[in-house]
């Protein structure tokens, strides 16, 4: 196995009461084991608990001339400075004494969202990620993040 470990930023924390709106911006949430953030929509018993997209994705939005502001795809946790199509399910997240574990890369859109019909496009499908709650804790508007790279490698058939 090989471990790696990268470091970004929180510049947004994001929550909605219900489903299927733009978030609206906190300057800290609780994430709660097993469970996501506390009084978010989004937070239950699955595999979706918490939701990340990098600023630099929103920025892309942005070029393409759309005022949408962190919260605005529906992430629970905007990110900077972290590639986050890269990580791979299993990988794991630090941010303060939080941990959470990639359960999902992208997602399938089923019905397109206002951004999309906006814009002919949406990069949360294809850039956000989702993940579980492996231990909570208060997350804050500027806190770190690392991340936990833990791949297998196959060489020549044999797993190392």
């Known amino acids: 196995m090989t471990k790696n470990e990268s470091k970004g930023r929180v510049v947004a924390l994001n929550i909605s009461k219900k489903k299927g709106i733009p978030k609206t911006n906190m300057k800290q949430v609780i994430l709660a084991e097993n469970f996501g953030i506390q009084g978010d929509a989004h937070a239950g018993d699955w595999h979706r608990q918490v939701s990340l997209l990098a600023i630099e994705s929103i920025e892309k939005m942005r070029e393409k001339g759309l ?37 999902q890369i992208g997602k399938e859109c089923h019905s397109k969202c206002a951004i999309y019909y906006q814009a002919g496009d949406c990069v ?17 508007i500027g806190d770190e993040i690392g991340i936990v790279a833990v791949r297998k490698i196959i060489i020549a058939g044999v797993l190392k």
């Open 67 to 103: 005022r949408v502001r962190p919260g605005a795809f529906a992430e629970n946790v905007t990110t900077e400075y972290l590639n986050l199509p890269q990580l791979f399910i299993g990988d794991k997240i630090i941010i303060g004494e939080s941990i959470l574990e990639i359960t």
């Open 124 to 140: 949360m499908p294809r850039e956000g990620i989702f993940a579980r709650v492996l231990k909570g804790g208060i997350v804050k």
